[in-house]
């Protein structure tokens, strides 16, 4: 399996990014996947799941409200756009599809990742 993620970069407080995630060497549309981010020294924190269809999505309540999750099976690809970005937001983002039954807020759901994109925030 690989993931490659794309559409980081540097912005400032209030603006928007598109993170796109496309997934090779796998059965895309069996998947969820999860989006995690993680900040310089501090570990890796969930942010959204989809499942394989796109029709069931959770958030983390720091981005509730502010991040959409979607994907497009056709393109084996995962999106996450970011709307009103803020300084806490700066991370490393990551996606991954679940392949294993603990909760999709666990990092043990999730086996492959890729080397993620650098999101940074300015304030």
């Known amino acids: 399996v690989q993931l490659q993620a794309s559409g980081g970069g540097l912005v400032e407080a209030g603006d928007s990014l598109r993170l796109s995630c496309v997934a090779s060497a796998i059965l895309f549309y069996n998947y969820a996947f999860a989006w995690f981010r993680q900040a310089p020294g501090k570990e890796r924190e969930f942010v959204t799941y989809?499942?394989?269809?796109?029709?069931?999505?959770y958030y983390s309540d720091s981005v509730k409200g502010r991040f959409t999750v979607s994907r497009d099976n056709a393109k084996n690809t995962v999106f996450l756009q970011m709307n009103n970005l803020k300084p806490e937001d700066t991370a490393v983002y990551y996606c991954s599809p679940r392949d294993r039954n603990y909760d999709y807020t666990d990092l043990r759901s999730y086996t492959y990742w890729g080397q993620g994109t650098l999101v940074t925030v300015s304030s």
């Open positions: 989809i499942n394989w269809n796109g029709e069931l999505t």
